[in-house]
């Protein structure tokens, strides 16, 4: 919703503000359950000194910081207040909300307001704002959520001009590294990185990697028929080696955990750290947080490496920004959801990733909305059924609840009448498209309970007049990024300019435009 705001903004003739609400829980009073604190002895009345109370307490009134329900109370209090102004709140995206007479999309973060609309009205609106919210001094894009932010306008390749807004996480991944060095051995030194990935270490899981047992093969499948040792031959408890019989078993003599991570106790406070700034801006992180976060409780030695390899890709590459540019009227701006599996790619198991990727497009307009990487709950046991159960998470999760604010925007946006809002639905397997349109698929009956996705509700979804799907080829499959696992530097900087993590100056040139032209 935060991005849906920024295009919004980016419209010629609108622009976009930030501001805080000061000291926000203490605007309002504190309900529910009676609640006392204690205050600092330096802060106690003179009665209460001359008194000789030792330990007193006192009833707390106004909502404060801390309390559990602190931030629920804050919340009822700010939507009152905005919806007595006549700002509305969209429906099925709270803390959104749009004043049908200024034309001002508001979304409200805790104590962070973010206004846009047209220039002439954003006074007004924060004037409304006021009336009952103490909010301070509003300004231009800026440092909002962790991520400065900040608009431009630029001439692009054709002469046409767009309104450049860039998103600059570079400050925050610093502090992602450093965080890094403080739990990683002393001496620990970054290294360029091109990619996040390091070489697929072969591990496909017990059932699909080569046998390591020693015997017999058979002629005909090669199955190998394992040749049992004596039993005297292997060391006993209280025997010469002190060692039981099974503590080395498949580990090739090495107890378990000598192969346990020197990160295992601290990789989960980095990587939910990068996770904050992959959400909001660096989409290319997804992939590799999403393989990471998998092995919290049992983490290796090599997830150590893979820990390392992606906080140097961090480090090469913390000054790329994300960019997206609006030079379109909002009626020739269309949604775009891209659609995306890779088939038992999951490193140790047969397990498939989902890919989802968000975006608004126009003849001179690119903007990313939001990016997911997910690992499917089983295992799916063909690509057409990976596929499936990735583009049920992209309408469910994207595609669908996105329609909604785009068609206030339009119906805010559009002088010449109500444009039609159509989610473009692109996928790059045909035998999924065939199942989609056809609403039935025999042999994946078992998808409703192993899955639960409904093929059924695909049908249906993807017949109404606002979603369209498409084939598209694999080469403009913008999802790719967050189901891939690439050590190929030229094939991943593809990936990123697919989702809009390019230098400003791209914009000058027309390849970009091409790669992000209208499917």
């Keep these: 919703s935060g991005k849906a705001v920024d295009v919004y903004g980016a419209q010629k003739g609108n622009d976009t503000e930030i501001a805080d609400a000061e000291m926000a829980y203490t605007q309002t009073e504190l309900n529910g359950t009676d609640t006392f604190v204690r205050l600092p002895h330096d802060e106690w009345p003179r009665a209460w000194k001359d008194a000789g109370f030792i330990d007193p307490v006192c009833p707390l009134i106004l909502d404060l910081y801390g309390h559990p329900d602190a931030a629920t109370f804050w919340q009822d209090h700010c939507d009152k207040q905005l ?29 962070d307001f973010k206004l846009a609309g047209p220039e002439e009205n954003l006074e007004k609106g924060w004037a409304l704002l006021r009336t009952k919210l ?21 001439t692009l390749y054709d002469g046409g001009t767009a309104n450049v807004v860039i998103y600059d996480m570079t400050s925050f991944l610093a502090q992602c590294i450093e965080r890094y060095l403080q739990v990683a051995p002393a001496g620990t030194k970054m290294k360029p990185a091109s990619t996040p990935f390091l070489h697929d270490e072969g591990d496909l899981g017990p059932s699909r990697n080569p046998t390591t047992e020693h015997g017999e093969a058979c002629p005909w499948c090669n199955y190998v028929t394992p040749t049992m040792t004596p039993q005297s031959a292997v060391s006993q408890v209280g025997g010469d080696s002190g060692t039981p019989a099974n503590a080395a078993a498949d580990t090739g003599g090495t107890l378990e955990d000598d192969d346990r991570g020197q990160l295992a106790d601290s990789a989960s406070s980095v990587l939910m750290k990068i996770l904050y700034a992959a959400r909001m801006v660096r989409f290319d992180l997804l992939r590799a947080v999403q393989g990471l976060a998998k092995h919290f409780t049992k983490w290796k030695k090599r997830h150590d490496q893979e820990l390392y390899r992606l906080v140097c890709y961090i480090w090469t590459t913390k000054d790329k920004k994300m960019i997206g540019w609006v030079g379109d009227e909002i009626c020739d701006i269309h949604l775009h959801l891209f659609s995306d599996s890779d088939f038992a790619g999951s490193e140790g198991t047969q397990r498939s990733t989902s890919g989802v990727h968000l975006c608004l497009r126009g003849p001179r307009t690119s903007f990313a909305l939001s990016g997911q990487s997910k690992r499917q709950g089983c295992v799916s046991q063909s690509t057409t059924e ?3 159960v990735a583009g049920a998470l992209a309408l469910k999760s994207a595609g669908v609840p996105v329609i909604i604010i785009t068609e206030i925007l339009k119906a805010a946006a559009t002088r010449n009448g109500p444009a039609a809002t159509v989610l473009h639905f692109h996928i790059d397997n045909q035998a999924m498209a065939a199942v989609i349109r056809s609403g039935r698929n025999p042999t994946m009956r078992h998808l409703s309970r192993t899955h639960g996705i409904s093929i059924s509700w695909l049908h249906e979804t993807c017949r109404d007049d606002d979603i369209q799907m498409g084939y598209i080829t694999t080469t403009l499959m913008a999802a790719d990024i967050y189901t891939k696992v690439s050590q190929d530097a030229v094939k991943w900087n ?4 697919q989702i809009n993590l390019i230098e400003p100056t791209a914009l000058e040139g027309p390849g970009i435009h091409a790669l992000h032209a209208v499917a």
Aim: net charge negative; aromatic share 12%; hydrophobic share 40%.
């Design 83 to 111: 919806r007595a102004q006549g700002f509305k709140v969209v429906l099925d995206w709270p803390s959104c909300y749009f004043h049908d007479r200024l034309k001002c999309l508001l979304i409200v973060y805790v104590d």
């Design 134 to 154: 103490t909010i301070g001094p509003e300004g231009p894009l800026g440092m909002y959520l962790g991520c400065n932010q900040q608009r431009e306008s630029m």
């Design 386 to 388: 990976a596929e499936l």
């Design 494 to 497: 593809i990936f990123c300019e």
